[in-house]
């Protein structure tokens, strides 16, 4: 997805610009960039200890920034605060709730801080994460689960423009992820919500977001679009001569071959073409060992990128 | 501004906290009570005894006997001069009882009641205080609730504001619970309530010497208004104490463990090192703020109750600026 693709025009509702974050003279977050267009998931990604978490709490004013400039629909943080929090619902880290009180009286405590919340409005939420029997119970007889869906019903009873969530799947069972991420992409692409997520489960960023950022140490190493990512798998040939298969492949089909040792190389072609090129290969005197799908994926280029972190 | 004050105070309801409070002063009340009532029938069947009367009703007899005790007592030698004035005043006070006609040994609700103020207001008031007071930030940090209410589109000084003043309509809950429950507990253990009966109040002990030229006779009701006063005045100092360390301090246990030491140790220190000019500003000796009136030996020569409200009212705006400051500022780490 490239920045400067003028067709559609979207709107940005969190940009943040070169923001650090200094904490006893030692730099956590070295300068920060990056722009969040409204209907889009972005997806935060990095080994713990990396800045994530503290990078989300200074979006939402919890931690304040030392440096830089973070927007939140036109609106700075730092300098107008509330107008920039009225458009941002958000859980950060657990899903914690008044568990003295119920579920009911957490919402309407909650909704009483903001702007134009209605009763309709926090019963609308409650009946679509599925609470309504046990609304009125304490919170401290909710699961972990039953938590997290009060916490999603807290972040968007205020119909948020922006939406940010820190490890949101936590204590979710299969179900409950499955419904989590259909939600979460329907907000998206529905009511034209842009969603930061930071996640640790890499196969969950993969299948719920548009872009992701990869951070390490304080910095962004890389933003990529998962498309891009699935566009970098290949398929694996072990041939008896790499020259001359990669000389048939490239001539004969559409597609980059890169020769990757000795006897291997890697073909980024359309998979539809295997048995066709097998079959050249084979008629063109080339002897195949084996051939093989890559599943180079978000994990792959997660590793690759953090790779060396423990040693640090 | 309402509905955040609102939300506070439904926190703090719910919170069963201060039912825990209201326990507490349910029970020590009815023991006081029954304490105060087992050890004036013993006082009361002694000094007949020793009278060799057996109707002890004339409660002359009685007070004249108090008042040449008090007399012989005055005469040692070796009573050092802070204890004499205090004797002083004793003997003022009967003395003064005797010339007007009042009789001083029945017992009222209305007594009870600003006796129990005068015995709690320098340790087990602040203590209940600084148990609602000393979480009222710090349990919200330890649950990680705090997320919550920050990244509400309200700035923190407003949210901190609402916390202030919640604990403010809970100090004055505290104190009219006091109030209420000793009231009702005495009328019904000692059977009547006594407003409109005298008190003399207005003695001052000036370099050890009683000085006199202020007593006044005032009703027990408007005694009792008085002592409350200053009973919440304590009550306002120690909360905003305690919800400084409550914004300091991440865990509500150490908010209440450092609360609890600075009372305790503070009230030790003043012992120790009365001497010390710099004792008076310490604000644990400056809480008997109720003994201004009733004409009991301050802790430290030279205290007045103008000094001793002026120096809690400082201690109470620092610990407002204090907390103002640090939670403008804080980072939300963990």
């Given at each position: 997805m490239s920045e400067n693709s003028s067709s559609i025009e979207k709107t940005v509702v969190l940009e943040l610009t070169n923001v650090k974050k200094t904490i006893r003279k030692k730099e956590i977050i070295k300068g920060i960039?990056?722009?969040?267009?409204?209907?889009?998931?972005?997806?935060?990604?990095?080994?713990?200890?990396?800045?994530?978490?503290?990078?989300?709490?200074?979006?939402?004013?919890?931690?304040?920034?030392t440096e830089g400039e973070i927007k939140i629909g036109g609106y700075s943080v730092k300098k107008d605060f509330?107008?920039?929090?009225?458009?941002?619902?958000?859980?950060?880290?657990?899903?914690?709730?008044?568990?003295?009180?119920?579920?009911?009286?957490?919402?309407?405590?909650?909704?009483?801080?903001?702007?134009?919340?209605?009763?309709?409005?926090?019963k609308e939420m409650v009946s679509l994460v599925g609470l309504e029997k046990r609304i009125?119970?304490?919170?401290?007889?909710?699961?972990?689960?039953?938590?997290?869906?009060?916490?999603?019903?807290?972040?968007?009873?205020?119909?948020?423009?922006?939406?940010?969530?820190?490890?949101?799947?936590?204590?979710?069972?299969?179900?409950?992820?499955?419904?989590?991420?259909?939600?979460?992409?329907?907000?998206?692409?529905n009511e034209n919500l842009g969603v930061l997520v930071s996640s640790h489960i890499l196969a969950e960023m993969e299948v719920m977001t548009d872009r992701v950022a990869i951070i390490r140490q304080g910095s962004i190493v890389k933003v990529t679009s998962v498309e891009n990512i699935v566009r970098e798998k290949g398929i694996t040939y072990v041939v008896s001569d790499v020259e001359k298969a990669k000389a048939v492949i490239e001539e004969n089909f559409k597609g980059q071959v890169h020769i990757k040792g000795s006897d291997q190389l890697v073909a980024i072609i359309n998979e539809k073409d295997v048995p066709d090129i097998n079959q050249k290969l084979f008629a063109e005197g080339v002897l195949i060992q084996y051939v093989s799908k890559n599943q180079k994926s978000l994990e792959d280029l997660f590793l690759e990128l953090t790779a060396g972190d423990e040693i640090v | 501004m309402y509905n955040l004050v609102g939300n506070e105070i439904l926190k703090l309801f719910m919170k069963r906290r201060l039912f825990v409070v209201f326990g507490i002063l349910l029970v020590l009340i009815s023991l006081f009570a029954y304490g105060e009532q087992y050890t004036r029938e013993r006082t009361q069947a002694r000094v007949a005894e020793r009278l060799g009367i057996e109707d002890i009703d004339d409660w002359r007899e009685i007070t004249k006997q108090q008042l040449r005790d008090l007399e012989r007592r005055l005469e040692n030698p070796f009573i050092p001069d802070e204890g004499r004035a205090s004797l002083e005043v004793r003997a003022e006070q009967l003395r003064y009882y005797l010339r007007e006609d009042i009789n001083p040994t029945t017992f009222s609700a209305g007594q009870f009641m600003s006796n129990f103020m005068e015995q709690s207001i320098f340790l087990f008031l602040p203590l209940l205080i600084i148990l609602l007071g000393a979480d009222i930030v710090s349990k919200e940090s330890t649950t990680g609730t705090i997320k919550l209410l920050m990244t509400r589109p309200v700035p923190r000084w407003k949210i901190l504001t609402s916390k202030l003043l919640a604990l403010m309509v809970l100090e004055m809950l505290v104190i009219f619970f006091m109030a209420g429950l000793s009231f009702l507990i005495a009328y019904f253990t000692f059977g009547h309530a006594g407003f409109s009966e005298p008190v003399i109040?207005?003695?001052?002990?000036?370099?050890?010497?009683?000085?006199?030229?202020?007593?006044?006779?005032?009703?027990?009701?408007?005694?009792?208004?008085?002592v409350y006063s200053l009973g919440y005045i304590v009550a306002f100092t120690i909360g905003k104490m305690a919800l400084m360390v409550s914004v300091l301090v991440k865990s509500t246990?150490?908010?209440?463990?450092?609360?609890?030491?600075?009372?305790?140790?503070?009230?030790?220190?003043?012992?120790?090192?009365?001497?010390?000019?710099?004792?008076?500003?310490?604000?644990?000796?400056?809480?008997?703020?109720?003994?201004?009136?009733?004409?009991?030996?301050?802790?430290?020569?030279?205290?007045?109750?103008?000094?001793?409200?002026?120096?809690?009212?400082?201690?109470?705006?620092?610990?407002?600026?204090?907390?103002?400051?640090?939670?403008?500022?804080?980072?939300?780490?963990?």
């Open positions: 960039s990056l722009s969040l267009y409204e209907g889009e998931v972005f997806g935060f990604l990095g080994p713990n200890g990396a800045g994530k978490t503290t990078t989300l709490r200074m979006i939402v004013g919890l931690i304040r920034m509330v107008k920039a929090m009225e458009s941002v619902g958000c859980i950060i880290e657990n899903p914690e709730m008044y568990d003295y009180l119920s579920g009911w009286e957490n919402l309407k405590v909650l909704a009483s801080m903001e702007k134009g919340i209605t009763k309709e409005r926090i009125d119970d304490k919170v401290y007889t909710y699961s972990l689960g039953m938590k997290q869906r009060l916490g999603i019903a807290q972040a968007l009873m205020k119909r948020p423009k922006l939406l940010i969530l820190d490890e949101p799947t936590n204590g979710l069972d299969p179900a409950g992820i499955s419904e989590f991420r259909k939600l979460i992409r329907s907000l998206a692409e | 109040t207005g003695f001052r002990i000036v370099n050890g010497n009683l000085d006199a030229s202020n007593i006044r006779t005032v009703s027990l009701g408007l005694y009792n208004i008085m246990a150490a908010a209440i463990g450092i609360m609890m030491s600075s009372l305790i140790g503070g009230t030790f220190l003043s012992f120790f090192i009365s001497d010390w000019e710099l004792t008076r500003y310490i604000f644990n000796v400056n809480l008997r703020l109720t003994d201004f009136l009733s004409g009991n030996l301050q802790p430290i020569e030279g205290l007045s109750l103008q000094f001793s409200v002026i120096v809690l009212m400082a201690w109470a705006l620092g610990s407002m600026i204090v907390s103002y400051g640090v939670f403008q500022y804080k980072d939300f780490m963990d």
